[in-house]
């Protein structure tokens, strides 16, 4: 079956860290570029971080950038997301998503996330 | 950054009703559009790409069309399982990628 399981959320203290994991299974890990994307309890969608297929490019929205770092191990068919400086406006279910990508006409290259996994919840709070 | 702004918020229809959508984005994206769907304690889920191609197992009721600044999701027959909140998300100027805030369609 092909699908995305995230793993390490939890309850953490303001200042702390923690890890956490996106394993991928079903399709071949190493070919597609990933991203995490959070939500905030009864918020919309975030995007949070992006990693190419071979980690050489790497990219993070603003409200996280010095503070977490994505990572993958191919041969391990896992995707990592390490959190630093945590704060409680980080409190929020973290979502991996595979990406993809079509050419439209015109020759446009299309990115869309096209399978996401169920999320893990990460609480920031004393 | 491109800030995606969908309306209505919320919507409240009955089974059987034609719904749209609408997206609208601070630049143009040419055709760099997504919709996704997510129920209540799910994670969001690909309906819509690249304003207009339907997603592999998304039944045919829904629809994307669109392009530049202007973007429109319809559900041309509601059905019980379409009720859930709908999100736009832009690919065209990243980092970041850019959501809407997202249309809740309730039931009447």
């Known amino acids: ?126 | 950054d491109i800030q995606m702004t969908q309306s209505p918020s919320s919507l409240s229809a009955s089974v059987g009703d034609r719904v749209t959508i609408t997206c609208r984005a601070s630049q143009s994206i040419r055709s760099h559009l997504n919709w996704y769907q997510q129920k209540p304690g799910k994670a969001p889920e690909l309906l819509i790409y690249a304003a207009s191609s339907l997603q592999s197992g998304v039944p045919s009721r829904f629809s994307g069309s669109g392009s530049g600044t202007d973007f429109t999701l319809t559900i041309s027959s509601l059905q019980p399982e379409d009720f859930a909140t709908y999100y736009c998300q832009q690919s065209y100027n990243t980092p970041p990628v850019t959501f809407g805030q997202g249309t809740r369609l309730e039931i009447k």
């Open chain 1, 1 to 126: 079956e092909v699908q995305l399981v995230e793993s390490g959320g939890g309850l953490v203290q303001p200042g702390g860290s923690l890890r956490l994991s996106c394993a991928a299974s079903g399709f071949t890990f190493s070919s597609y570029e990933m991203n995490w994307v959070r939500q905030a309890p009864g918020k919309g969608l975030e995007w949070v971080s992006y990693i190419s297929s071979g980690a050489s490019s790497i990219d993070y929205a603003d409200s996280v950038k010095g503070r977490f770092t994505i990572s993958r191990d191919n041969a391990k068919n896992s995707l990592y997301l390490h959190m630093n400086s945590l704060r409680a406006e980080d409190t929020a279910v973290y979502y991996c998503a595979r990406e993809r990508t079509v050419v439209i006409p015109g020759a446009i290259i299309v990115r869309y996330f096209d399978l996401w996994g169920r999320g893990t919840l990460v609480t920031v709070s004393s």
